[in-house]
């Protein structure tokens, strides 16, 4: 290790030509790296809802289908509009009732079910607006802001690929200011606890490298979804920036000791480079738990933020020493007084009262931790987007006229009878929150020749050894009345048809519940087993990683509690990976208190001294990296008008905050009181025969 210290500081300017050298193909790449907006489709594949969208998206195209809701417009104004729409590159077909029927026959000639499908309240109708990429292509997007300039007043466009595109643009221009508030938060933290005033340039320098080579090499993950694109900056700021502060430290107590900055370099590289590997090791180890998610949105938070931690350890390793040496001469010169102040009195009342304050945060945790489990969960992902949107006005507006807050497209084999599928959709008719059903059989009758149809109709009704059933409901995705209603149609699509598939947005979400607790347990499974595992291995105790790991565990559930008592509402997404993200990224402070504790216990001192000094001489850096993890990422809860990243945001603010004052407060207090049991389950916990006892 000494040699490879040596070797970065000599050759020190060379790393630095490297690396900014490799910020260029680092920057392509990030450049390059598409970002996936749809939520549902980290589904995984093998689900009927799935499967069904797939075949959708292949056979039908009407996985980005959308509708445009027309108020009030004449005939001859509608008509030209759907042709303007009709020339727009990416659009198969703007289909109305004028593909098949001559306008001029009156609506009340219509069968019933067409009535009801085309016409709605607020003299409405509606226009069905295929488009041939996906619902999240680069063509689909274009083509929706295309559309967007081409309809009239009183029309409304909603739709999957209306709202996705609404959220792209959203999240686009609201990205930049999330680093604006990122950086800024930290800047500030780091003006007032460092003791140079180039210092958090400096850091914020050398955590640039790490960044751009992250989001560079997710080009080779060939996507990633826009919560990781967004939190990505935010997270690798607030949880890599602690390896900065560890680094500086140790080179400014090796200076005093050393003959040159150079050898002090080398020495606070060996140094720092074990303490920031295993430090870092648990914060890898709770994101990679997030891989354990059937929801593979987990998988790809989890990747990507975990190689964003692996690469901010090797930059602050390599390439932060060079840049520390190169400004050395500036950073003595702008030196000021740290504001941020050492917790001594604080760590003499802990040490003085361990077991009133131990006692204090256990009746403190009752409430708290039955609080988490009754906290409300919501699963519609459209709620957590602001209602203003286009998008969200459009598709509130086709449940306003129409009925239809939901639809479900059923599949059902071709080789069914006209007279099954049209028994099949007065069945699904009688289920409770339906309002339309159509289909080509139940509108035509048994025994009809559809060759006499249009090819864009048919397309639409019957394609890939499939039917297709369209059923519209009154109820909104992710509550518990859409999720009955989806059950009660599978059942009768199956009883059916045993091949029949039930999809659409509905379908989905229900899926998405029914994954998002399951992985909830699998993910706080997996990232509490990986943390007990390393810090069992770091520390060689039984009772260490339980004692760290319960005190974080503790304050996550004083995070996870606070939302019921204000009344608040978390989306899915956030209650689970909000366990495994504050456990994996301030597991940190609780590894840094009892590795000073054991220091202190060592030099012979008494649990209660060991405790004091600890609290005390830990508590700045605590305080720093702590306050510079809440500055990071409150900003983005505030100004955040996704209340998906603005929760999530919120939740990680808050619980840095927590975890922070539960390892300054009551874990110390823990250690002394468990010192005994400590020592009887660790290996060669204290190695002086005669340290000293209370």
Known sequence: MKKLARAIVKMRRLILIAAVLLLIPAAVGAIATPINYDILSYLPQQL???????????????????????????????????????????????????????????????????????????DS??????????????????????????????????????????????????MPWYVLCAVGGCLLVLFLSLESWLTPFLFMLGLLFPLV????????????????????????????MDFSIFLLHRYDEEKELCASNEEAMENAI???????????????????????????????????????????VICTIVILPSLILFFDKWVEKYRHRTLVPKLTRLSHFVSKHPMPVVVVFVLLMIPFGLAQSKTDIYYNIFAALPQDMPGIVGTNKLGEDFGMMTSHFILVREELTASQVSTLCDEIKEVDGITQVVSLDSITGPGFETELLPDELMNIAQNGGYKLILANGRYKSGSDALNAQVDELVRLV???????????????????????????????????AAVLVIIALSFRSLSVPILLV?????????????????????????????????????????????????????????????????????????????????AATFGVAVISKVELLKSICMLISRGALISMVVILLVLPAGLMLLDGLICRTTYHWLNAPNAAKE
């Open 213 to 240: 080579y992250n989001f560079g090499t997710n080009i080779f993950l060939g996507q990633v979804c826009f919560i990781t694109a967004s939190l990505a900056v935010v997270l690798q700021l607030g949880v890599t």
């Open 550 to 630: 319960a005190s974080i565990e503790a304050a996550i559930a004083i995070n996870m509690g606070i939302p019921y008592f204000i009344d608040d509402s978390l989306p899915f997404i956030a209650s689970i990976v909000i366990g495994t993200i504050q456990l994996g990224a301030t597991v940190d402070y609780s590894i840094l208190m009892t590795t000073r504790y054991r220091e202190e216990r060592l030099a012979l001192r008494s649990p209660k001294a060991a405790a004091q000094q600890a609290l005390e001489h830990c508590s700045q850096s605590i305080l720093t990296s702590g306050l510079t993890f809440f």
């Open 494 to 528: 199956k009883e059916a048809d045993p091949e029949g598939l039930v999809t659409g947005e509905g379908a989905m979400v229900k899926d998405l519940v029914e994954i998002a607790d399951e992985d909830f347990k699998n993910v706080n499974i997996w990232s509490v």
């Open 270 to 312: 060996c140094k720092t480079m074990s303490a920031i590997t295993a430090s870092s090791l648990t914060t890898i180890a709770g994101f990679l738990a997030l891989c354990a998610m059937q929801l593979t949105l987990g998988a790809d938070l989890g990747i990507v933020m975990a190689k964003g931690v692996a690469l901010g």
């Open 48 to 122: 009927d809802s799935r499967v069904g969208q797939l075949l959708l998206e292949t056979d039908y195209h009407l996985a980005s289908t959308n509708m445009i809701t027309v108020e009030g417009m004449p005939t001859n104004e509608l008509l030209a509009m759907k042709a303007e729409i009709d020339e727009v590159p990416d659009v198969l077909n703007t289909f109305w009732l004028s593909d098949v029927l001559d306008p001029a026959v009156p609506t009340e000639m219509l069968p019933a079910d067409v009535q009801q499908f085309m016409f709605g309240k607020n």
């Open 125 to 174: 109708t509606i226009l069905i607006v295929r488009l041939g990429g996906s619902s999240v292509s680069e063509e689909t997007m274009q083509a929706v802001a295309q559309i967007k300039k081409i309809l009239r007043k009183n029309c409304f466009f909603g739709g999957i690929s209306v709202i996705l595109s609404d959220t792209k643009e959203l999240v686009m221009g609201e």
